[in-house]
């Protein structure tokens, strides 16, 4: 029997011995599962999650004039193919100098908690596409771990999704959320349409995977809507198989063509149906046919009403905007027409689209195109370019693919698309005579480019700096 005169001794004896083991804490079996199922999905799509770090190089303002700055930035991308080939944003990489990739060795069992050790290589640029944000890059490696694609065209609003990349420049992170919405559409007139989720999404995650469960990317996170700079729940995502067909076509043909059957179209409503006689108030509402096209071979007129595309029903124009222009030109597609009461069937060749300025950009690189003093990325107008254009008065010059922050100030900016065929009225037939001429010129001398822009000659002017 214990008497009170031996209670000190046992409290001190209790405090020396520390704490008791904790005892497990129970977990219902469906949590922990999903746990450990959440954390198998990490481990098996987080070594093909890369780190991009790319360098920019730029001409300060007074007073540094003369000094080139480097800046550097980190974006996020993962690995498509064994052999290197890595998919990321256009903006992540665009007007970089220098790419560089980090990529995570595999992690032994057993090994720190820390972050795995890792190598920086250098990427190649295959190919940029302005319009979807993508790009693919390459490095000389093989043997990567590669991910595979889902079908973004069976996702469904609420499902689980993890988005992967390095946020605030904090490699290799994870978050978890739900698919938002599935074709979210950001401008009115856009072809593209992205997924939209809450999985936590912040600068720096540009370019990482948005996987499903199962570990297939089903999305490349793009942007944010924000009123703070970080992540508030609403990210979008590139959908899978519009990047699966910008990954094809680039690494075919370096660059994405895009296509169109020659018709203008607008969706058809209650009003446009009654006015018109049409049994139906839902589709696709043919307004014009452009003659020549694969649309009037095939014999589609104004008031067709198209139903579906590849047996797909048409709900509006934009969803049939959205399906046509990822078209591989050459190929045909199937459509189903309502032409009165009467049910059509018509297999339409899709052809390329005919003006794409924008695809310029997806052409050039810093080295080769640059003029640093017109802060201009240009191009020499052959073949490949003219099929981006508008039919040109002549058949050289030089095409402005984008502009740089680095320009004089023009009263009249260039703009993609323009196409340079007289710098102070010397003629100019492609980029290397542009750049010689404007080398010659001293801080404040005058240029005056003519351009021809929509058809039309204008002239532009600008002082040097």
């Given at each position: 029997m214990l008497g009170a005169m031996h209670l000190p001794a046992l409290v001190c004896a209790s405090l020396l011995a520390g704490p008791a083991p904790a005892k497990p804490v129970s977990v219902p079996g469906g949590l922990g599962e999903w746990s450990r199922a959440l954390e198998d999905l990490s481990d098996r799509v987080a070594p093909s999650v890369v780190q991009i770090q790319t360098a920019t190089f730029t001409t300060p303002t007074a007073p540094s004039i003369g000094l080139i700055a480097k800046q550097r930035a980190t974006g996020s991308g993962f690995i498509v193919d064994p052999?290197?080939?890595?998919?990321?944003?256009?903006?992540?990489?665009?007007?970089?100098?220098?790419?560089?990739?980090?990529?995570?060795?595999?992690?032994?069992?057993?090994?720190?908690?820390?972050?795995?050790?890792?190598?920086?290589v250098g990427a190649t640029l295959v190919g940029i596409d302005p319009e979807t944000d993508l790009a693919v890059l390459k490095v000389q490696r093989s043997g990567l771990p590669a991910l595979g694609f889902g079908d973004s065209e069976a996702l469904r609003q609420g499902q689980l999704v993890m988005a992967f990349g390095s946020p605030l420049g904090l490699e290799n992170s994870a978050s978890l959320g739900v698919v938002s919405a599935v074709a979210?559409?950001?401008e009115p007139e856009s072809p593209m349409i992205y997924v939209q989720t809450d999985a936590p999404i912040n600068p720096g995650n540009s370019g990482g995977p948005l996987v499903d469960v199962d570990g297939r990317v089903i999305g490349v996170n793009t942007l944010i809507l924000s009123q703070s700079g970080g992540n508030e729940g609403i990210g979008f995502a590139a959908p899978s198989n519009i990047v699966r067909n910008v990954l094809d076509q680039i690494r075919r043909t370096g660059r994405v063509r895009r296509g169109e059957i020659g018709v203008a179209t607008q969706t058809l409503t209650p009003t446009l149906a009654a006015g018109l006689g049409i049994s139906r108030s839902q589709g696709v509402l043919v307004s014009d046919v452009t003659a020549g096209t694969g649309a009037a071979q095939a014999g589609l007129q104004p008031g067709?009403?198209?139903?579906?595309?590849?047996?797909k029903p048409m709900e509006n124009a934009r969803q049939f905007a959205v399906n046509v222009y990822r078209r591989v030109p050459g190929t045909a597609v199937p459509l189903v027409v309502l032409r009165g009461s009467e049910r059509r069937e018509a297999l339409v060749t899709v052809s390329e689209r005919a003006r794409d300025p924008e695809g310029l950009r997806g052409l050039v690189s810093p080295e080769r195109n640059l003029i640093p003093r017109l802060g201009l990325l240009a191009l020499d107008l052959d073949d490949t370019v003219a099929r981006?254009?508008?039919?040109?008065?002549?058949?050289?010059?030089?095409?402005?693919a984008a502009a740089t922050p680095d320009g004089p100030a023009w009263a009249d900016p260039p703009q993609a698309g323009d196409v340079v065929y007289y710098a102070n009225k010397e003629s100019i037939a492609n980029v290397e005579e542009l750049r010689a001429l404007v080398s010659t010129l001293k801080v404040g001398d005058p240029l005056v480019l003519l351009v021809e822009r929509s058809g039309g000659l204008v002239y532009l002017a600008a002082e040097l700096d």
């Open positions: 052999d290197g080939y890595i998919v990321t944003n256009a903006h992540v990489v665009q007007g970089a100098r220098r790419i560089q990739v980090v990529l995570r060795e595999p992690k032994p069992a057993g090994a720190s908690v820390l972050k795995p050790r890792s190598e920086s979210r559409q950001l067709d009403v198209i139903l579906s595309v590849d047996d981006l254009l508008p039919a040109t008065r002549a058949k050289e010059g030089v095409v402005v």
